[in-house]
């Protein structure tokens, strides 16, 4: 059963100029190590954090919390597998939020271009609805 669904979208041009001014710090803001580490390794870098920007908004609005109730962005990561899938993980408060909403599982679907990323996500519950 779908319990909420989310959508955000982020100006690449943002992120680049972030990157730029404050040399790579924003990565210890808002990204886990191992996506700090896949933003990195890719040919344009912003592109790739403007999207997972994207979609950490799009889930904390599934969550119900945006970034409050101490869910930050990096409680919210962004997995990627060895064929390109995505895939979400939860971490302190931001597994508690989806606990409290009866949140199981969500999917996400990212992609940008050279000017905008966005997300879309959608929360499910597995188990009996209520």
């Known amino acids: 059963m779908i319990v909420a669904i989310g959508v955000d979208e982020a100006s690449v041009a943002r992120f ?15 990204c886990t190590d191992a996506e700090h580490a896949w933003c990195v390794s890719q040919a ?35 997995i990627r597998d060895g064929t390109g899938r995505v895939s979400v993980a939860l971490h302190g408060a931001a597994a508690a939020a989806a606990a409290v909403a009866g949140i199981d599982r969500i999917h996400i679907s990212m992609s940008h271009s ?3 990323a966005i997300a879309f996500a959608v929360a499910e519950r597995v ?3 209520q």
């Open 16 to 30: 680049e100029r972030m990157l730029r001014e404050d040399g790579g710090k924003v990565y210890s803001r808002l």
């Open 44 to 78: 344009r870098p912003h592109e790739a954090l403007a999207a997972r920007w994207a979609a950490k908004e799009a889930i904390a609005k599934c969550l119900g919390t945006g970034f409050d109730q101490g869910v930050t962005p990096r409680c919210i990561e962004v």
């Open 114 to 116: 050279e000017q905008r």
């Open 127 to 129: 188990g009996n609805a």
